[in-house]
T-cell receptor
């Protein structure tokens, strides 16, 4: 079974500082990994994904994440935080469900990113 | 762009009522999903469907059922609503190709059961 652990339910950084949101996963098969962002009162929007190939993945809004198989990690980073980055961030691993033709997603519990002016 | 539309943003119902949450996607996706989102618990999969009239249980199917009569529409049904089903419900869709296709989400329905 797959699982995702996001370290820190709340992370606070100053505007202009580095953003680092941590995600560790467990998977019995080669994983597909995703980061989603959720702004208040909205659904989830895909930030970036890792499937195969290059382990450093670039996404929207200046975010990137690096897949490290040896550490079973997929941490999300952004060099310089902006006030508009304040949101809830979810890491997810694709989880094949037996008997079905679809892959569900197993989500972490989310990290609320707070940007201090 | 993929559009996943949930029929209601906010819904208030009473205990014991039968509740229908509707979701429509416009990208001809085979897969559709229903999640519930609760603070501190993240998103949990309730049911999913990979074809018309097909359904599979997710992690927390108890107290829910689903219906998929048309490819573009996936309904979540609370047979007899209870207060512990007060939550945010999110619908998602994705194409059939299982090679890491992302899911596309609607804006959610915030359901309150009184």
């Amino acid at each position: 079974a797959q699982s995702v652990t996001q370290l820190g339910s709340h992370v606070s950084v100053s505007e202009g500082a580095l953003v680092l949101l941590r995600c560790n996963y467990s998977s019995s098969v080669p994983p597909y990994l995703f980061w989603y962002v959720q702004y208040p009162n909205q659904g989830l929007q895909l930030l970036l994904k890792y499937t195969t190939g290059a382990t450093l993945v670039k996404g929207i809004n200046g975010f990137e994440a690096e897949f490290k198989k040896s550490e079973t990690s997929f941490h999300l980073t952004k060099p310089s935080a902006h006030m508009s980055d304040a949101a809830e961030y979810f890491c997810a691993v694709s989880a094949p469900y037996s008997g079905g033709g679809a892959d569900g997603l197993t989500f972490g519990k989310g990290t609320h990113l707070i940007i201090q002016p | 762009d993929v559009k996943v539309t949930q029929s209601s943003r906010y819904l208030v119902k009473r205990t014991g009522e039968k509740v229908f949450l509707e979701c429509v996607q416009d990208m001809d996706h085979e897969n559709m999903f229903w999640y519930r989102q609760d603070p501190g618990l993240g998103l949990r999969l309730i049911y999913f469907s990979y074809d018309v009239k097909m359904k599979e249980k997710g992690d927390i199917p108890e107290g829910y059922s689903v219906s998929r009569e048309k490819k573009e529409r996936f309904s979540l049904i609370l047979e007899s609503a209870s207060t512990n089903q007060t939550s945010m419900y999110l619908c998602a869709s994705s194409p059939l190709d299982r090679a890491g296709q992302p899911q596309h989400f609607g804006d959610g329905t915030r359901l309150s059961i009184l």
